[in-house]
């Protein structure tokens, strides 16, 4: 039995690093809806430490170290470890699968941007996260939307077979599921986690493809703020968690 664990363990790190090796994270549109989450989780931090998980290229990071608080970042591959420790070598970054995290300490923000929907077990996650907290911490956790105007029509035409169907995209990310927003609280509540706050963002009416090709900068700002007024069907869904 440990030799499996090993082994399976051993299989995730290689699939990370994989993914890691060809991220496309950082690019194009996907980097603004990194930075509109960003500015949203902003409004809902609470005093104290951060520990982010999966930071990925470390977007998120490059921002959340500029409020000055002590930082950790967990990520199950080294090569993005390397590359957000290179720019940032004042905070703390671990190269560890969450399952395998064993802080010293616990953390009064923990941020989970793009998580959820890689993970093989979203709720044992979220039951390993809790116990991560202080009493008074929260957990802000972000994932894509099976019901984004984009998947819809997407599906209407034939190009998916359902909304929460894996596109080519999702496959390229290593996404193991695509959450509506009815299962993304169903997980919190699982791991009997209080959800403080639900929303969303960045209402995508076309593929990210089609957008880069003519969308400006006002357009796609413009875009992530009407998704704040209808989270059901926006590109982005988010929560705002507590024990």
Not at 76 to 94: N, T
Not at 152 to 160: D, E, F, R, V
Not at 216 to 238: C, K, N, T, W
Request: aromatic share 10%; charged share 20%; proline share 4%.
């Amino acid at each position: 039995m440990i030799i499996r664990k090993s082994c399976m363990k051993n299989q995730e790190s290689n699939r990370l690093d994989l993914i890691a090796k060809n991220s496309l994270y950082a690019a194009g549109a996907n980097a603004i809806t990194i930075s509109y989450s960003y500015e949203i989780f902003k409004r809902f931090f609470v005093s104290g430490s951060i520990l982010e998980l999966g930071p990925a290229e470390g977007l998120m990071t490059d921002k959340i170290v500029t409020l000055g608080r002590c930082v950790t970042c967990v990520d199950g591959s080294k090569l993005f470890c390397d590359s957000i420790k290179s720019r940032h070598p004042s905070i703390e970054v671990i190269n560890s699968l969450f399952e395998d995290f064993n802080p010293s300490d616990n953390y009064d923000n923990i941020v989970l941007g793009h998580v959820l929907e890689h993970v093989e077990d979203p709720v044992a996650i979220l039951d390993l996260v809790k116990t991560w907290l202080k009493p008074n911490g929260i957990v802000l956790a972000a994932v894509p939307n099976s019901r984004s105007l984009h998947r819809q029509a997407a599906t209407i035409m034939g190009m998916l077979e359902s909304e929460n169907s894996l596109n080519s995209l999702d496959l390229h990310h290593g996404h193991r599921r695509v959450f509506n927003p009815e299962d993304f609280r169903k997980i919190f509540r699982d791991a009997s986690l209080k959800i403080n706050y639900f929303g969303g963002y960045w209402l995508k009416p076309i593929s990210s493809g089609q957008i880069e090709e003519s969308w400006s900068d006002q357009m796609l700002h413009a875009f992530m703020v009407l998704g704040e007024r209808y989270p059901d069907i926006a590109g982005e869904i988010y929560v705002v968690a507590s024990k």
